[in-house]
């Protein structure tokens, strides 16, 4: 009986996640889509780039996500353009600033660093996030300097930071519903009877990353691009915008709880791309367009 409710329960969410992002698409999407027409021209990709800014409780809805769910169907956002999401016109200004300036400082070989977290004290474990460092340091090997930090301390990370282009986060992270800009991600450090949580503030990422030459931020951890403060949903305050006014040009999160398995193999194929980019990495909209091809 147990058993039958689950699966009657997962259904019925499933049908209305379906039924919501079908409503989104006919009503949002498509009809922004069909208003910007010839204007929405594609410069480096074959597809335009496209900018999304929720203000209230659209601030948290899946606008690359909409669509109809009919087997090869071009009703979707994703086959028509790339979609990025910012805080407001100022953030994307400001990251874009930061971008230019961080490819102006950028001299010989693109570093990596990745921060892997299988276990974290009081949560439950990652296995994926194995695989998933084998996989860029396989990867970006030969082409990128890469560098994995394993089970490391708050102090550990952002002693590397100032100095890396791409920083690569396979762990949890927590969103503070009462005061998102005290989210943070759940590293370790020795404590009396053991490791315990060490948390890696958003003020302390800032302070480091600001004089940095730091481009590309990959959140791969649930819920980092997630406002859950109902009474703060016109701030759009959460840990990947909080990435990009700290400085990182480039940030990819994730709007809801993510699969660990997935989430491995999305990275993979994500840094797959990047490396065949190049140098073109750091043109206008890449970055973008090699995460929805991973997707």
Same mark, same amino acid.
């Given at each position: 009986?147990?058993?039958?409710?689950? !699966?009657?329960?997962?259904?019925?969410?499933?049908?209305?996640?379906?039924?919501?992002?079908?409503?989104?698409?006919?009503?949002?999407?498509? =009809? *922004?889509?069909?208003?910007?027409?010839?204007?929405?021209?594609?410069?480096?990709?074959?597809?335009?780039?496209?900018?999304?800014?929720?203000? &209230?409780? %659209?601030?948290?809805?899946?606008?690359?996500?909409?669509? =109809?769910?009919?087997?090869?169907?071009?009703?979707?956002?994703?086959?028509? *353009?790339?979609?990025?999401?910012?805080?407001?016109?100022?953030?994307?200004?400001?990251?874009?600033?930061?971008?230019?300036?961080?490819?102006?400082?950028?001299?010989?070989?693109?570093?990596?660093?990745?921060?892997?977290?299988?276990?974290?004290?009081?949560?439950?474990?990652?296995?994926?996030?194995?695989?998933?460092?084998?996989? *860029?340091?396989? =990867?970006?090997?030969?082409?990128?300097?890469?560098?994995?930090?394993?089970?490391?301390?708050? &102090?550990?990370?952002?002693?590397?930071?100032? &100095?890396?282009?791409?920083?690569?986060?396979?762990?949890?992270?927590?969103?503070?519903?009462?005061?998102?800009?005290?989210?943070?991600?759940?590293?370790?450090?020795?404590?009396?009877?053991?490791?315990?949580?060490?948390?890696?503030?958003?003020?302390? *990422?800032?302070?480091?990353? %600001?004089?940095?030459? %730091?481009?590309?931020?990959?959140?791969?951890?649930?819920?980092?691009?997630?406002?859950?403060?109902?009474?703060? @949903?016109?701030?759009?305050?959460?840990?990947?915008?909080?990435?990009?006014?700290? +400085?990182?040009?480039?940030?990819? +999160?994730?709007?809801?709880?993510?699969?660990?398995?997935?989430?491995?193999?999305?990275?993979?194929?994500?840094?797959?791309?990047? @490396?065949?980019?190049?140098?073109?990495?750091?043109? !206008?909209?890449?970055?973008?367009?090699?995460?929805?091809?991973?997707?």
């Amino acid at each position: 009986d147990y058993d039958r409710d689950v !699966e009657s329960e997962t259904k019925s969410r499933l049908k209305s996640d379906r039924l919501n992002l079908s409503w989104l698409w006919t009503n949002c999407v498509k =009809v *922004i889509l069909e208003k910007l027409g010839s204007s929405t021209v594609p410069r480096h990709n074959t597809l335009p780039h496209v900018w999304w800014i929720g203000a &209230g409780i %659209a601030s948290s809805l899946p606008f690359h996500a909409a669509g =109809v769910a009919f087997a090869n169907s071009k009703e979707n956002t994703l086959s028509h *353009i790339i979609p990025s999401y910012t805080h407001s016109i100022k953030t994307l200004l400001y990251s874009r600033s930061r971008l230019l300036r961080s490819v102006e400082q950028t001299t010989g070989e693109c570093s990596v660093l990745v921060v892997k977290m299988s276990t974290t004290p009081g949560q439950l474990p990652l296995p994926g996030v194995e695989d998933e460092a084998k996989a *860029i340091k396989k =990867v970006c090997t030969g082409v990128y300097s890469v560098e994995v930090l394993q089970q490391p301390t708050a &102090g550990d990370v952002l002693k590397k930071l100032s &100095g890396i282009d791409i920083v690569h986060f396979a762990c949890h992270a927590l969103s503070d519903p009462a005061d998102p800009s005290n989210s943070h991600l759940l590293l370790q450090k020795p404590g009396e009877k053991g490791f315990i949580i060490d948390r890696l503030k958003l003020s302390q *990422i800032a302070e480091v990353v %600001a004089g940095g030459q %730091a481009q590309l931020a990959f959140l791969s951890a649930c819920s980092t691009a997630e406002v859950k403060a109902s009474k703060l @949903v016109d701030e759009g305050l959460h840990l990947a915008n909080a990435f990009q006014v700290a +400085g990182f040009g480039q940030v990819i +999160g994730a709007l809801w709880p993510a699969n660990d398995e997935v989430s491995a193999r999305l990275a993979e194929l994500f840094y797959v791309d990047l @490396v065949k980019a190049g140098q073109s990495m750091y043109c !206008e909209g890449i970055v973008a367009s090699t995460l929805r091809n991973a997707v």
